[in-house]
């Protein structure tokens, strides 16, 4: 079976939204919903956004999601360093364990919540 980003991203929403404290959701890079229709390349969203939003501790975590093989954009690295300029998170994650690493997941200290 070919591993393709949409797997991978799959399998990082389930295991985040399994830790207590943490909410993560896929972006609509690019899609939106307007008047209830679902439209690609929509002017309310800009290019580049991060597959997988996160939230832990008070904290915003930019998640890009890319195979062993993937490279970032031009527009993905630009947001890469807006997310950075204004203090938040950001990482190109390319399994599970990436992700929880990126998070600054400990599974000690993060179960006993």
């Not at 439209?39 to 832990?56: F, T």
């Not at 998070?103 to 179960?111: F, S």
């Amino acid at each position: 079976m070919k591993v393709t980003e949409a797997l991978i991203e799959k399998q990082i929403l389930r295991a985040l939204n399994l830790l207590p404290g943490v909410f993560a959701w896929k972006s609509m890079d690019q899609k939106a919903y307007r008047d209830g229709i679902y439209q690609k390349g929509s002017s309310y969203q800009i290019r580049g956004v991060s597959d997988i939003i996160c939230l832990k501790d008070s904290k915003a975590y930019f998640l890009e999601v890319k195979t062993h093989q993937g490279k970032q954009s031009q527009y993905q690295m630009t947001f890469e360093k807006k997310v950075k300029e204004t203090g938040n998170n950001y990482a190109v994650v390319r399994s599970v364990d990436d992700a929880l690493k990126a998070i600054d997941h400990n599974p000690i200290t993060d179960i006993m919540r």
